[in-house]
């Protein structure tokens, strides 16, 4: 008996939207990239791209936990000499909170062409508004996550 694999045609994708207000980045981003990857689906294969794609509103109501808004820093070089840039946190979620749950979610992807098609399966916007409603997305909660009271 061969496995299964499903061809092109076969998968179908749906589209999901999830409320971002009040979520944690960092379990946000986890569980929207395991739907980007296909994870919650039953045809999920490793080398495929079987995911659905994502519509995160409401990206500016985000919360983190601890001290990160204070301590994270991100870093990229721009390829010329003494080009590494370097914005704190609160400057970029102020500037465009967007970047901060994409990018979240990007680092989570795998950092192949598979990862980048993933990828351009997510949509986040900083209020309510999209321009997908003829996609008809199903609105999605997120699983909640226990935590430890001490």
Request: glycine share 8%; aromatic share 8%; proline share 5%.
């Amino acid at each position: 008996m061969s496995t299964y694999f499903p061809k092109a045609g076969e998968i179908v994708r749906k589209w999901y939207l999830i409320d971002a207000s009040g979520q944690t980045l960092g379990r946000l981003a986890s569980q929207v990239a395991r739907i980007l990857m296909g994870k919650e689906n039953p045809r999920y294969t490793t080398f495929l791209d079987t995911g659905d794609h994502v519509i995160v509103g409401n990206a500016e109501k985000i919360k983190t936990t601890g001290m990160k808004a204070e301590q994270k820093k991100y870093q990229h070089y721009t390829g010329y000499p003494g080009g590494l840039r370097t914005e704190d946190f609160r400057e970029r979620f102020a500037r465009k909170p967007e970047l901060v749950v994409e990018q979240a979610v990007q680092r989570m992807l795998p950092k192949s062409k598979l990862g980048k098609q993933m990828i351009s399966k997510l949509n986040v916007y900083r209020g309510e508004n999209h321009p997908h409603q003829a996609q008809k997305p199903e609105a999605r909660e997120l699983l909640a996550v226990k935590t430890q009271e001490q």
